[in-house]
């Protein structure tokens, strides 16, 4: 369960470094989405026949940091719409 956090925590870190431009978000934040990212991936790779879902491989990481990717940006134009019509 640790290596999990952690490895969600790394997810999102990279995920918000290779993501251009200032990302408004906390370590929480940053955690959940590493979290959810490192869940899709983990799902994807075990479609695609490399391992389990919470097994590390290297195709696993890689989708992780991908998912994570899109989800920030999700996570920002959400928060955008938000500041926008207030």
């Known amino acids: 369960m640790i290596g999990f956090i952690l490895a969600g925590l790394i997810i999102g870190a990279l995920a918000r470094l290779i993501r251009p431009g200032k990302q408004n978000l906390g370590l929480v934040a940053t955690l959940l ?14 479609l695609l026949g490399t391992g389990q879902i919470f097994e590390l491989n290297v195709l696993g990481f890689i989708v992780s940091v991908i998912a994570a990717v ?8 959400v928060a955008g719409r938000r500041r926008v019509t207030r």
């Open 33 to 46: 989405l590493g979290l959810v990212g490192s869940i899709i991936g983990g799902t994807i790779a075990s």
């Open 70 to 77: 899109l989800l920030i940006g999700v996570a920002e134009s």
